[in-house]
């Protein structure tokens, strides 16, 4: 999926944001809320933590990268909690814009870093978006064809 000089990339950039998970939530809901307002009430929980669970799991999946296939059941799992949070297919483009957002203004992310996250954040999504929702996913790769 991503090659090993694209992987050392992200880890690179993702040891910076993982140092100030807080920094990096702070302009990521921001951004998520100015985009897609109706997603805010979905967040019942403490932001902070919050934040810190959705560094801390995308950490997981940066230091997993090379292995992909062994994250699938992790990620379905997370996936399924994310029905349960009232997640739909839909959710998915604002919250990576917010991501790329975060990096850009936090952490001063340059474009190559910006492309590889993009990457990176889109595998997860379809990842587990087939593993939910697998019509839409279906028809998602019929539109890209
Ligand atoms: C790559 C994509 C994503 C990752 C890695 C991710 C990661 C996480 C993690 C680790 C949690 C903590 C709870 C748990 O593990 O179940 C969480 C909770 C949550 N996520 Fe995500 N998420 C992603 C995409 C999304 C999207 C697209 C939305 C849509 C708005 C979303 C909304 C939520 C909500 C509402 C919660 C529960 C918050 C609460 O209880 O207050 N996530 N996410």
Partial sequence: MLSESQIDVLR??????????????AAFYERLFQIAPHTEAMFKNDMH???QKMVSTLGVVVARLHEFDTLLPV???LARRHVAYGVETAHYPPVGEALVFALRRQFGADEETIAV???AYNALARTMIAATYPAAATAHRADAA
């Fill in 12 to 25: 690179h950039s993702f040891k910076a944001v993982s140092k100030e998970p807080e920094i990096f939530a």
């Fill in 49 to 51: 933590r919050q934040g």
């Fill in 75 to 77: 990620i379905t799992d």
């Fill in 117 to 119: 996250w993009t990457l």
